[in-house]
């Protein structure tokens, strides 16, 4: 079989770029080790930003995907006196019910499935031409090292990046400086269970020292933004149940696993080749979510690819508009949040605490960490912070630091290069900017 793509990975990112080539008359094959049945089976209940569907022309949640309507959010300090409303909404979604919708809307545009463990990318001629993989039918092994080749190959494989951490070593580095899941991460960690809020509730604690955790009518979980052992991770979050006296139903499902932090893949593409989603870090890293970052990304890289599809030219230099949409917009916002997350998740509790209490961290800042609008104070309202955090100066030279050197960087993104030529003095540059921010 001739094929034009081929996806590796049966998440939301993978899913919807197949979707989306396949409605377009491509011969996609989509590629993962799990039955189509059980695609989407981890994801329970998942949270996506309210313009998810606005920006990817996506249809909004039908009948039993949708579960809630988050618009009430709350804050808390870390002894949880001091609650702090915030403007912020978030529709909570049936996300296995999503994905097997949008999966079968694929297959009636003839995408092809295969259920297989790729193993990585086959290399020809300076440009990504295939993949390798052992076929499995219900983890029954038939045939191990088939070759598997199409015009373009798309890691959608989530945080393993099974073809993307291997391309360096090919020849085919996408980065100087590239992002691993052994580099950048932390820790999340959820149950499934009912815990007695509103339906449109969601409450966050920042009592955990580099994290938080929270409550949602469907689950209650903990992310830590450091590298933390699973055991611990649990007990943290059987110490807010008892300290918050949170009531919890019978946990129906667990989920414990590492998430990426900072901003996405700068460098996405390269001949015959892009990354998306989580495999491109595409992760929103003060929720830990990455599914709405994610399905934007599938959507910019299937029109980008779609066009360079028909003009037959799928080189770095025709996919890299997928860098360039991307980044400028989705990507500044990221790298944006993650400045944000190191703000709210970098201090002590007795710091936290202070900063709640003297409005130091006000509600608009944590808005802004969700949502990754930029801030824009006037005079009036630095001096006022200022003076609020008088006592301790520390602190806010801290904040005011991050807090400038985020707009800084939101700057950066939004100045991605338009094509490779400029790319390596941008990356430069960049990484200069996270030292400062480090510092």
Not at 235 to 260: H, N, R, T, Y
Request: proline fraction near 3%; include cysteine; charged fraction near 20%.
């Amino acid at each position: 079989m001739s094929l034009d793509v081929i996806i590796t990975g049966g998440g939301f990112s993978g899913v919807f770029c197949a979707k989306i080539l396949s409605a377009a008359g491509y011969k996609v094959l989509l590629i993962d080790r799990h039955p189509e049945t059980e695609l989407g089976s981890r994801f329970e209940s998942v949270m996506l930003d309210v313009d998810t569907f606005s920006k990817t022309a996506m249809e909004r949640p039908q009948g039993d995907e949708l579960l809630h309507l988050l618009d009430q959010f709350y804050a808390y300090s870390p002894s949880a006196r001091i609650k702090k409303p915030i403007d912020f909404s978030s529709i909570l979604v049936n996300g296995y019910a999503l994905l097997q919708r949008l999966f079968h809307e694929a297959l009636e545009n003839n995408l092809s499935y295969l259920q297989a463990e790729v193993k990585g990318p086959l290399v020809e001629n300076n440009r990504v031409s295939g993949v390798g993989a052992d076929r499995r039918v219900s983890g029954v092994e038939l045939k191990t090292g088939e070759q598997l080749k199409a015009r373009l190959i798309i890691d959608a494989s989530g945080m393993h990046q099974v073809l993307s951490s291997q391309l360096a070593a090919l020849g085919l580095p996408l980065s100087e400086h590239p992002l691993t899941l052994e580099s950048e991460y932390g820790i999340a960690y959820r149950r499934m269970c009912q815990s007695q809020t509103g339906d449109s509730e969601l409450h966050i604690y920042f009592s955990v020292e580099g994290g938080y955790v929270w409550r949602s009518p469907n689950d209650i979980g903990v992310g830590m933004m450091s590298r933390v052992e699973p055991e611990q991770v649990k007990m943290i979050l059987d110490q807010a149940i008892e300290q918050f006296g949170w009531e919890v139903g019978e946990i129906s499902q667990e989920a414990l696993g590492k998430i990426p932090l900072r901003y996405p893949l700068t460098n996405m593409v390269t001949n015959g080749f892009a990354t998306v989603g989580d495999a491109a870090f595409m992760v929103n890293s003060v929720r830990g979510g990455g599914i709405s970052a994610g399905l934007k990304g599938a959507k910019a890289l299937a029109e980008v690819a779609k066009v360079a599809l028909a003009e037959q030219d799928l080189s770095q230099e025709r996919l890299w508009e997928y860098n360039l949409n991307y980044q400028r917009d989705v990507g500044a916002q990221l790298a944006y949040q993650d400045v944000m997350r190191m703000i709210l998740m970098n201090e002590s509790v007795e710091n936290m605490e202070f900063a709640f209490e003297r409005d130091i961290i006000t509600a608009d800042d944590i808005r802004s960490a969700l949502g990754g609008k930029i801030l824009d104070f006037s005079t009036m309202q630095k001096l006022q912070k200022g003076l609020r955090g008088a006592s301790n100066p520390s602190l806010l030279l801290r904040f005011n630091h991050r807090l400038n050197w985020a707009g800084d960087l939101h700057k950066h993104f939004k100045s991605y290069p338009s094509e490779p030529a400029g790319y390596a003095a941008w990356e430069s540059h960049l990484h200069q900017i996270q030292e400062h921010i480090q510092q």
